[in-house]
């Protein structure tokens, strides 16, 4: 399940398809990710999707709008809260950190 989540990042992924993939409730495969995973589905995709921006911010020239894009996020405002949680800066001035380091 884990790798058909990072095969679909960029597409809205809900818990009801993927316990339905499963043929579970939406309630047993939320708990059966948690104890695999040690994450809520959510959760989950947020990490992989901010990883994923952080690759790219790295190792590409592309704007922050086109990444926001490629990481399957709607929202530039969440993808900027969601970055900005986990790394305690904007994914520009993570860019320009690493380019600095480089």
């Known amino acids: 399940m884990c790798a058909h989540i990072e095969q679909h990042l960029t597409s809205a992924i809900r818990v ?8 579970l409730s939406e309630s047993a495969f939320s708990r059966l990710f948690k ?3 040690h994450s809520t589905v959510p959760q989950y ?6 990883a994923h921006a ?3 911010l790295a190792e590409t020239d ?3 709008a086109e990444i926001i894009r ?3 996020y709607q929202s530039p405002a ?4 969601q970055f900005q949680k986990i790394h305690r800066r904007a994914p520009q001035t993570y860019r320009r950190a690493l380019r600095g380091a480089g």
């Open 35 to 37: 104890r695999c995973t």
């Open 70 to 72: 490629q990481c399957g």
């Open 45 to 50: 995709i947020n990490r992989l999707r901010i």
């Open 78 to 81: 969440h993808f900027q809260r």
């Open 16 to 23: 009801t398809e993927l316990a339905r993939m499963m043929g």
């Open 54 to 56: 952080c690759r790219l």
């Open 62 to 64: 592309l704007t922050v």
